[in-house]
């Protein structure tokens, strides 16, 4: 019998499964398609944070998350025995025109009151950045230590063989048994959003590109022109990602995936004639609310959501299991933001 029966084997619901077994839980994770075979197998695996001024509830749980990854991703890689790509990378940011120095330049104040003593927000110039970094308009740039990432696969399947090792099951089929937890991608929402009869969010797409490139190993990620350019350090860089709301197939990549390679080679030079590795697409659960979604079930006994990830699920996920493991297995949803709830993402009535 499972203590815990969580649907869904992405990122959120892998992580909770691995943060409720290290409490003593007994976890079956159920997904017909296995293991990342949603938005959770994407290339990229940017682990970037909020910008540090206009403080909030939402930035301060990410930011509490991304530091609880320093020791979550290394422990499931030790659990596991393999690798998941985490990195404590950094992020080089060009700065595109002068008007935004002076911004980039007053958040350095916000980080250093909201980051305190692990990490820092600064604005550079050349001479004080590495050898794999874009040119900048300005000859400026931010550059902040907070800024991580991962390779998204494999680290779903490390938590998935660390899963397994602790005692517990990552099955393609099962019953529902204990506490379960819907982390279900954007299908899940759309079922959400058809049993509560209100649009709690949807599906987005995204593609995104790999290309072969001879990278540092510790090059930062880089953020230009909207883009997530990550050297993963296995010869291999990703790239992206578009945002579609509109879509017909969610799974096929077309000319605007041709569009992100172009726009990647004219932000950054050294990527020009790179031999194309793979193209990727997938559709990311977007909250109503741009929020995740972490709450009850309505009219469901002992059931949870946990959805929504969108473009920081990955670095939400260590932060997300924590709380919900502790609402769970101990009855408290002390560390749920308001701004989670489910109520944050059902329309508004109007009195």
Same mark, same amino acid.
Request: proline residues 6%; glycine residues 12%; aromatic residues 6%.
């Given at each position: 019998?499972?203590?815990?029966?969580?649907?869904?084997?992405?990122?959120?619901?892998?992580?909770?499964?691995?943060?409720?077994?290290?409490?003593?839980?007994?976890?079956?994770?159920?997904?017909?398609?296995?293991?990342?075979?949603?938005?959770?197998?994407?290339?990229?695996?940017?682990?970037?944070?909020?910008?540090?001024?206009?403080?909030?509830?939402?930035?301060?749980?990410?930011?509490?998350?991304?530091?609880?990854?320093?020791?979550?991703?290394?422990?499931?890689?030790?659990?596991?025995?393999?690798?998941?790509?985490?990195?404590? =990378?950094?992020? +080089? %940011? /060009?700065?595109?025109?002068?008007?935004?120095?002076?911004? *980039?330049?007053? !958040?350095?104040? &916000?980080?250093?009151?909201?980051?305190?003593?692990?990490?820092?927000?600064?604005?550079?110039?050349?001479?004080?950045?590495?050898?794999?970094?874009?040119?900048?308009?300005?000859?400026?740039?931010?550059?902040?230590?907070? =800024?991580?990432? +991962? %390779? /998204?696969?494999?680290?779903?399947?490390?938590?998935?063989? *660390?899963?397994? !090792?602790?005692? &517990?099951?990552?099955?393609?089929?099962?019953?529902?048994?204990?506490?379960?937890?819907?982390?279900?991608?954007?299908?899940?929402?759309?079922?959400?959003?058809?049993?509560?009869?209100?649009?709690?969010?949807?599906?987005?797409?995204?593609?995104?590109?790999?290309?072969?490139?001879?990278?540092?190993?510790?090059? *930062?990620?880089?953020?230009?022109? &909207?883009?997530?350019?990550?050297?993963?350090?296995?010869?291999?860089?990703?790239?992206?990602?578009?945002?579609?709301?509109?879509?017909?197939?969610?799974?096929?990549?077309?000319?605007?995936?041709?569009?992100?390679?172009?726009?990647?080679?004219?932000?950054?030079?050294?990527?020009?004639?790179?031999?194309?590795?793979?193209?990727?697409?997938?559709?990311?659960?977007?909250?109503?609310?741009?929020?995740?979604?972490?709450?009850?079930?309505?009219?469901?006994?002992?059931?949870?959501?946990?959805?929504?990830?969108?473009?920081?699920?990955?670095?939400?996920?260590?932060?997300?299991?924590?709380?919900?493991?502790?609402?769970?297995?101990?009855?408290?949803?002390?560390?749920?933001?308001e701004e989670f709830r489910l109520a944050a993402s059902l329309p508004k009535v109007s009195t």
């Amino acid at each position: 019998m499972a203590d815990v029966t969580i649907r869904g084997a992405g990122i959120l619901g892998l992580a909770t499964a691995w943060t409720c077994l290290a409490k003593g839980a007994r976890v079956r994770v159920i997904d017909p398609n296995g293991v990342a075979s949603g938005a959770s197998g994407g290339p990229v695996g940017a682990l970037a944070p909020h910008t540090p001024d206009q403080w909030n509830a939402k930035k301060a749980f990410q930011f509490e998350s991304l530091i609880l990854s320093r020791s979550f991703w290394p422990e499931v890689e030790a659990a596991s025995g393999l690798n998941t790509g985490y990195r404590r =990378s950094g992020r +080089i %940011q /060009p700065i595109a025109v002068e008007r935004q120095i002076s911004l *980039a330049e007053a !958040r350095e104040e &916000g980080a250093h009151t909201h980051w305190g003593a692990h990490a820092t927000w600064s604005v550079v110039g050349r001479a004080d950045l590495p050898g794999w970094c874009p040119p900048s308009p300005t000859s400026r740039y931010i550059h902040d230590t907070l =800024s991580a990432q +991962i %390779q /998204p696969t494999l680290a779903c399947q490390a938590l998935a063989e *660390a899963v397994v !090792r602790q005692g &517990g099951e990552v099955v393609r089929e099962g019953p529902n048994e204990g506490a379960v937890i819907h982390a279900t991608g954007w299908q899940g929402l759309i079922e959400l959003s058809d049993a509560l009869g209100a649009q709690v969010g949807s599906g987005q797409k995204g593609q995104a590109i790999r290309v072969m490139c001879d990278a540092p190993t510790d090059a *930062a990620q880089l953020f230009v022109d &909207g883009l997530h350019i990550i050297s993963h350090g296995d010869g291999s860089v990703a790239i992206g990602s578009t945002s579609e709301r509109d879509f017909e197939n969610p799974t096929s990549t077309d000319a605007q995936a041709d569009a992100l390679l172009e726009r990647a080679q004219a932000a950054m030079p050294a990527l020009c004639g790179a031999p194309i590795l793979s193209r990727w697409a997938g559709v990311r659960p977007r909250a109503a609310s741009r929020a995740p979604v972490l709450d009850r079930w309505p009219g469901r006994a002992n059931t949870f959501i946990l959805n929504g990830g969108f473009k920081i699920g990955f670095g939400m996920a260590p932060g997300l299991a924590r709380v919900l493991t502790d609402w769970v297995l101990e009855g408290s949803d002390v560390g749920v933001p308001e701004e989670f709830r489910l109520a944050a993402s059902l329309p508004k009535v109007s009195t």
